[in-house]
Nanobody, 122 residues
Framework: QVQLVESGGGLVQAGGSLRLSCAAS????????MGWFRQAPGKEREFVAV????????YYLNSVKGRFTISRDNAENTVYLQMNSLKPEDTGVYYC???????????????WGQGTQVTVSS
């Protein structure tokens, strides 16, 4: 089992920045691809970013390219999402996920965190 705990969410103004962290349990963290998803009120959970087990092969939702950066520190069992130039439409609950596949599909992940709220005001 892998347990994921997100942190770093909060309320920011448009144009601001946040860095989300996801701390994972287990020594097998480095063998998993890690992803970030988000869910706005009344909407489906959507893919945001994914990173391969070795820190390479990153892929992003088109609307966040150039603004968000996913990274991981396997020694600390932590994955990060640096979010810059935030927009109100980035508002939502952000979840980290772990899985054995490199995928953007929300149905193909094995473990999920509890989520952290990100609110961007205009």
């Amino acid at each position: 089992q892998v347990q994921l705990v997100e942190s770093g969410g909060g309320l920011v103004q448009a144009g601001g920045s946040l860095r989300l962290s996801c701390a994972a349990s287990g020594r097998t963290f480095s063998t998993y691809a890690m992803g970030w998803f988000r869910q706005a009120p009344g909407k489906e959970r959507e893919f945001v970013a994914v990173i391969g087990w070795n820190g390479g092969y990153t892929y992003y939702l088109n609307s966040v390219k150039g603004r968000f950066t996913i990274s991981r520190d396997n020694a600390e069992n932590t994955v990060y999402l640096q979010m810059n130039s935030l927009k109100p439409e980035d508002t939502g609950v952000y979840y980290c996920a772990a899985g054995t596949l490199f995928t953007t599909s929300k149905t193909d992940w094995d473990y999920w965190g509890q989520g952290t709220q990100v609110t961007v005001s205009s």
